[in-house]
């Protein structure tokens, strides 16, 4: 499965635009890309899924270029309640079990 | 409303005891996976399962066994516990095709304390 790199932590103010970066040199031809989201003292929960170009749901935005080794997560208008950690992960989807790799996600907090 | 239900919201072990960590899906998933989640380290798997009786280790699987006698159930031992297992622990469930657009289901978690 692919290896994703994504910001430690970040900071936005309310009302503002948050993107968030992830980095996946080394996805593969079948693999998808899916967001979660985490808040403090509960499970993570999915909040978007794609493969290429852009994806846009409720929540948030998935942005995805035309080579996929990057992807970025846009959350328009900040509140204070998305303040979370957002993790990134690659991998295939279809029949089978699949080891996915959460890491570290990037911790976001949005200010007043 | 789909369910992962895990048993205790918080629990407090002493050292060398054997702890049992219950999880319970209603979604008929075929896969089930137990995390632990560090500050710092983010969420490590520890072990899932594909099937009933069927189990893998994950990237941390020292220390914990894992049973699967049904479908829902997914339970998590820690033989012997130590204070380095002091953590959150995360139970997840998901359809054998993966985490597609509903994704894995987690549960609140467990935070164990071992003193």
């Known amino acids: 499965l692919a290896k994703t790199t994504q910001p430690i932590s970040m900071d936005s103010y309310e009302g503002q635009e948050v993107n968030i970066t992830c980095s996946h040199n080394n996805i593969a031809t079948n693999d998808y890309i899916t967001w979660y989201q985490q808040f403090p003292s509960q499970g993570p929960r999915f909040i978007i899924q794609?493969?290429?170009t852009k994806v846009t749901n409720e929540v948030a935005s998935l942005f995805i270029p035309a080579d996929r080794k990057s992807s970025t997560l846009s959350l328009p208008r900040v509140s204070l309640s998305d303040t979370a950690v957002y993790y990134c992960l690659v991998g295939p989807l279809g029949p089978g079990t699949y080891k996915y790799i959460f890491g570290t996600g990037t911790r976001l907090k949005v200010l007043a | 409303d789909v369910k992962v239900t895990q048993s205790s919201r918080y629990l407090v072990k002493r050292t060398g005891e054997k702890v049992f960590l219950e999880c319970v899906q209603d979604m008929d998933h075929e896969n089930m996976f137990w995390y632990r989640q560090d500050p710092g380290l983010g969420l490590r798997l520890i072990y899932f399962?594909?099937?009933?009786?069927?189990?893998e280790k994950g990237d941390i699987p020292e220390g914990y066994s894992v049973s699967r006698e049904k479908k829902e159930r997914f339970s998590l031992i820690l033989e012997s516990a130590s204070t380095n297992q002091t953590s959150m622990y995360l139970c997840?469930?998901?359809?054998?095709?993966?985490?597609?657009?509903?994704?894995?289901?987690f549960g609140s978690g467990t935070r164990l304390t071992v003193v």
């Open positions: 997840a469930s998901s359809l054998r095709e993966g985490p597609g657009l509903d994704g894995y289901t």
């Open positions: 399962s594909y099937d009933v009786k069927m189990k």
């Open positions: 794609g493969y290429k």
